[in-house]
């Protein structure tokens, strides 16, 4: 089994910044991609940044330019870096890490963390 623990959200003024941080453990053999999604309420959980194993990064267009993902494969933390908060940040932001499990070899799994609220406000 893998847990995700995710911590550094908050309340922050409009403009303001957050770092949220991520931390897989278990008995994890490989991590393939490690996201952040949001979700707000009334609306559908949305895609905010992922990161491939390589390096490579995806943003959603709301956040380009904004926020940074980051990743850190020793620690298995994945890291988002939210300056110029908006209100419209305002949601729930889970991390999600996909990989291969260490107890069977070839057998995957998708990992959900518990969620952390993100408040932007004056």
């Known amino acids: 089994q893998v847990q995700l623990v995710e911590s550094g959200g908050g309340v922050v003024q409009p403009g303001g910044s957050l770092r949220l941080s991520c931390a897989a453990s278990?008995?994890?053999?490989?991590?393939?991609?490690m996201g952040w999604y949001r979700q707000a309420p009334g609306k559908q959980r949305e895609l905010v940044a992922f990161i491939t194993n390589g390096g490579s990064t995806n943003y959603a267009d709301s956040v380009k330019g904004r926020f940074t993902i980051s990743r850190d494969n020793v620690k298995n933390t994945v890291y988002l870096q939210m300056n110029s908060l908006k209100p419209e940040d305002t949601a729930v932001y889970y991390c999600?890490?996909?990989?291969?499990?260490?107890?069977?070899?070839?057998?995957?799994?998708?990992?959900w963390g518990q969620g952390t609220q993100v408040t932007v406000s004056s």
């Open positions: 278990g008995s994890i053999r490989s991590i393939y991609n």
């Open positions: 999600n890490v996909k990989g291969i499990l260490a107890t069977k070899l070839l057998s995957s799994f998708d990992s």
